[in-house]
Each structure stands twice: as structure tokens, then as C-alpha cells.
């Protein structure tokens, strides 16, 4: 009789181990899927970033061309009236 209730006790066990043991699973997987969408999500914005700041960088250079444009033109003038 006792050993029926160990062998029914030492099942229950074994099914408590394992039913814990897949939800564990199942929490790290979850935890691990969060995860990787969060780090997906960083790299997103960082390149959204970038592209802005890349963006950015070549308005500067256009602007910088016409600042140069415009010198030159002035420099240009000025040399053609001072050999007139």
C-alpha cells in the first residue's frame, strides 16, 4: 500500500517538475523574443539617426558650396574692376 503511494506521489512530482520546467521554458522564451525586438528597435532608431544626421551633413555641404559659389563670384568681380 505504501509504496502505491509513494509510486503516486513520486508521479505527481514528476508532473509538477515538468510542467514547471516547460512554463520555464516558456518565460525565457517570451523574455528572449522581448529581447530581440527591443535590440531590433534600438538599431532601428540608431539608423534613422544616423540617416538624419548623414542627411544633415550633406544640406551643410550644399550650403557650404554656395557660400564658396558666392565668394568666388565676389573675388571674380572684384578682380575684373580692379583691371578696368
Do not use: P
Not at 516558456?26 to 544616423?50: I, P
Not at 540617416?51 to 568681380?77: F, P, S, V
Amino acid at each position: 500500500m505504501l509504496s502505491q503511494w509513494l509510486g503516486v506521489i513520486s508521479l505527481c512530482l514528476g508532473l509538477v517538475a515538468t510542467v514547471a520546467s516547460g512554463l520555464s521554458w516558456l518565460a525565457g522564451r517570451t523574455r528572449k523574443t522581448y529581447a530581440a525586438e527591443r535590440d531590433f528597435g534600438h538599431l532601428r532608431s540608431g539608423q534613422v539617426a544616423m540617416a538624419e544626421a548623414l542627411n544633415q551633413g550633406l544640406e551643410d555641404i550644399e550650403d557650404i558650396k554656395a557660400d564658396l559659389n558666392e565668394i568666388r563670384r565676389l573675388l571674380e568681380i572684384r578682380a575684373l574692376t580692379k583691371n578696368s
